[in-house]
């Protein structure tokens, strides 16, 4: 049974590094622990139930893997394997679907053999990287950014927001566009194509007029690029009017998709600046234009870790630094927000709208198709992960639409629209939702009184057991308790009441 939260969390295995070659897999002999733990931290437990025997291995072992961990003796490895036995494998009713044909679409009309393509990104700009990665799954890449500049990036350019289990939350660039020529870009185009000819291969191309926009399309086509992504939205352009400058002004993003589009005959896709109140009028503007697609979202504009003794915010280039592109998990809300407003405003039906933006787990991936996204670009979990997690993302993903009776990814595009209102103002306010207290799991700490008494309405206290005790007379539903509790011992009663006024 496929499950909205994990039934193993994160923090159950905070000091696994998801190391590459890892010792504990040369530790064990009938297990790869690694692959297995990757899973797991990737909400993808039940497709590592699939890779476990029949026996369980782990019952007399003395746990080798754990004292070959490069943190000997921090990492549990055995005790979340037996988990995965004794906790999760009860559970799944599915099996692991035997091939992937549920995953097909196509993007614009060109098939897709997963809805998965690396996001424009130096994940995405060398030959070598893009066929590793097609060697992994991928169903293909959005290209780093050509263009005619010449771009130096700075050193370091990269910074980030990590969270209490030392993974980034969030993530920052200044980084600009491919270092490479457009000779070399094309000629890596045409390798491309000749190795991996059922790869999809999307060009992002950024031009400082409209003849340029236009060669660069044109030459794109001709070395073998399936699609064009216009980037009207990187953040770090030095040179004004260019990236996000552009994204922001819907007649320059008009007028330069004609000029991309009258110069090729393969689809053309907008990438728009999520800088902006309303993502609507660019993308409307791109569709006069004679855009098939709109790609969105790229990074945001940011500022981040100020050092309070320099001033300097990071990333520091000698004394130095800049507003860049905020990424990463973090930014997920932000670009479900924006996809959901393409794909539910009818000036916009028929085009391709490829989701971007924070995804890390198959579940993320999912929610932008249900939003309305019809294919998923990923880059900063890349970044973070390495390109195996296409693994994780094809097999849950696989694993989900088999378990709800889909029999296409397509199937579930758009289906969370319906119940996602414009506003606030229609919600129901009536009734009063009570959270109910999980006593075997609830250890007494505390933080629900104290969240409750700071922070929302006094309707908890800690009994003489220290186990909390509800005032229904008071809780107004808000369930801040219930996300602040660190053993997930709150939880929704599922009954509803009306309040007395």
């Not at 003395?62 to 037996?82: F, H, K, W």
């Not at 959901?340 to 391709?352: I, T, V, W």
């Not at 207290?437 to 929302?456: H, L, N, P, V, Y």
């Not at 057991?465 to 997930?488: D, S, T, Y």
């Amino acid at each position: 049974m496929i499950r909205n939260e994990p039934m193993i969390r994160r923090l159950d295995m905070i000091h696994c590094l998801l190391c590459g070659n890892a010792p504990c897999d040369s530790a064990c002999a009938k297990l790869d622990p690694s692959s297995l733990l990757r899973s797991i931290w990737l909400r993808n437990e039940q497709g590592a139930v699939s890779r476990l025997p029949q026996d369980n291995p782990c019952t007399d072992c003395t746990a080798p893997c754990e004292r070959a961990c490069v943190r000997s003796g921090q990492v549990p490895i055995r005790g979340l394997i037996n988990r995965l036995y004794w906790q999760v494998k009860p559970e799944v009713e599915t099996p692991i679907p035997s091939d992937e044909h549920r995953l097909r679409n196509e993007l614009c009309g060109i098939p897709l053999e997963n809805p998965f393509l690396l996001a424009s990104s130096v994940v995405a700009s060398t030959y070598d990287m893009c066929a590793r990665a097609f060697e992994a799954g991928w169903a293909g890449a959005c290209f780093k950014t050509i263009c005619s500049l010449d771009i130096h990036e700075a050193s370091p350019r990269f910074s980030a927001v990590t969270g209490a289990d030392g993974s980034i939350v969030g993530f920052k660039n200044i980084e600009q566009l491919s270092d490479h020529s457009v000779a070399e870009n094309m000629e890596i185009f045409r390798r491309l194509k000749v190795e991996y000819p059922s790869k999809f291969i999307l060009a992002s191309i950024m031009g400082r007029d409209e003849a340029e926009w236009g060669e660069l399309a044109r030459q794109c086509e001709a070395n073998g690029a399936d699609a064009i992504e216009l980037n009207f939205s990187c953040p770090n352009m030095a040179e004004g009017g260019l990236g996000s400058d552009i994204g922001q002004v819907p007649e320059l993003v008009e007028r330069f998709t004609a000029a991309a589009k009258h110069a090729c005959g393969i689809p053309v896709l907008a990438k728009l600046t999520p800088n902006v109140a309303s993502m609507s009028p660019a993308a409307k503007a791109a569709r006069r234009g004679g855009a098939d697609g709109i790609a969105a979202i790229n990074t945001i504009k940011s500022v981040m870790q100020l050092n309070i003794h320099t001033f300097i915010s990071s990333p520091s280039i000698h004394g130095q630094s800049a507003v860049g592109g905020y990424s990463g998990n973090a930014v997920k809300p932000i670009a479900l927000r924006f996809v959901s407003e393409l794909a539910a405003n009818p000036a916009l039906a028929g085009m391709h709208i490829s989701g971007i933006g924070g995804v890390e787990t198959w579940q993320d991936a999912l929610e932008f198709l249900l939003l309305g996204s019809r294919s998923i670009q990923v880059a900063t979990a890349v970044m973070q992960y390495g390109y195996r997690i296409i693994d994780d993302l094809k097999e849950g993903l696989n694993l989900y639409l088999a378990e709800k009776g889909f029999d296409s990814v397509d199937q579930v595009v758009g289906l969370g629209l319906n119940a996602l209102g414009a506003n606030t103002d229609a919600l129901e306010r009536d009734t009063v939702l009570f959270p109910r207290f999980i006593r075997e799991k609830c250890i007494g700490c505390g933080r629900c009184e104290i969240s409750c008494a700071d922070g929302g309405h006094q309707a908890i206290r800690l009994n003489d057991q220290r186990m909390p005790v509800l005032n229904g007379k008071r809780c107004v539903g808000c369930h801040l308790c219930a996300l602040v509790c660190p053993e997930g011992a709150i939880v929704s009663s599922g009954k509803r009441v009306l309040p007395k006024r």
